[in-house]
């Protein structure tokens, strides 16, 4: 099937290069101005079911394309300047982010613009079937289980909100003040850690939780004090169970160590006391 595909990808790039096409007959100069014109295709990939496939075309300087193509069919999806995609676990959406235009990012840079100034990714949601592409600016990062199923998580560069979107039905949810997310491996259940600007949001408590996009159903793991600490989150590989760093206890002495925890799917435990005596000091 990959073979098969990476034929098409040939045929399907080729016009790109009539030089070669029409070697025998007009042979020309390979100077700066061809090799400007060429392009390089990559990152190809086709998804499990077999029915589609994608592959990124870059120029040597510019913009580049990312393009769906359904070996079935034959149908062909070309996206401008996308980047990082990745398909639903039932292949009818592929998801993507959309980087800024390249003379935009380049006048930019000449301009020596600030961060905060410079141009935006966009997040980009594909129905493979309509061929409708829905579009959210702003993008500082976007996240799914690995094998994603209805659900990813966004957030926006203006904000420290986390979007939770339906990418079936487009609905949008959002969780205040958060500054780490993410999902579980093989399905949508997401965990999120809240710290809350106290100038800004006196409401959000600060705390690691857990989510299900699903039924709405929101657990909280631990919360504490504004000046608590709240490490990385890591879930067993069937999303079961959900182990953390945190340290609630924030009195001088003992604000740089952490305890272990552990979410077994019903209850909080400390699986690891920051004071056990077999931890080394240091």
């Known amino acids: 099937m990959k073979r098969s595909f990476l034929y098409l990808i040939m045929l399907i790039i080729l016009p790109a290069f009539p030089f070669v096409l029409n070697a025998q007959t007009s042979k020309p100069a390979l100077d700066h101005s061809v090799y400007d014109g060429w392009k390089n295709a990559g990152n190809v990939s086709v998804y499990n079911d077999g029915e589609w496939g994608q592959f990124y ?9 990312i393009e769906f193509y359904n070996l079935r069919t034959g149908r062909q999806i070309s996206i401008e300047r996308g980047q990082q995609v ?42 493979l079937a309509s061929g409708e592409v829905t579009k959210f600016p702003l993008l500082k990062n976007f996240k799914s289980s690995v094998l ?31 500054s780490e997310y993410d999902f579980s491996r093989e399905n949508d259940i997401l965990t999120y850690t809240t710290k809350p600007d106290p100038k800004k949001d006196s409401i959000t408590v600060p705390g690691i939780y857990l989510l299900n996009p699903a039924t709405g159903v929101t657990t909280t793991l631990i919360q504490g004090s504004k000046e608590a600490v709240f490490g ?15 340290n609630t206890d924030t009195t001088k002495e003992t604000k740089k160590f952490t305890n272990i925890y552990l979410y ?18 240091g």
């Open 57 to 65: 075309i870059s120029p040597q300087e510019g913009d580049g394309t």
């Open 86 to 127: 990745r398909f639903s676990k039932d292949a009818t959406r592929a998801i993507f982010k959309i980087i800024p235009k390249f003379q935009e990012t380049r006048r930019a840079k000449i301009e020596k613009k600030k961060s905060k100034d410079m141009p935006k990714d966009t997040l980009g949601i594909l129905n």
């Open 148 to 178: 994603t199923g209805d659900y990813i998580a966004f957030q926006r560069d203006t904000t420290s909100n986390l979007y939770i979107l339906n990418i079936k039905t487009m609905a949008l949810d959002s969780v205040k003040s958060v």
């Open 232 to 246: 990385n989150t890591y879930f067993t590989e069937d999303g079961s169970k959900m182990a953390f760093y945190a």
């Open 264 to 281: 077994d799917g019903s209850e909080t435990r400390m699986l690891v006391p920051r004071d056990a005596e077999w931890i080394p000091e």
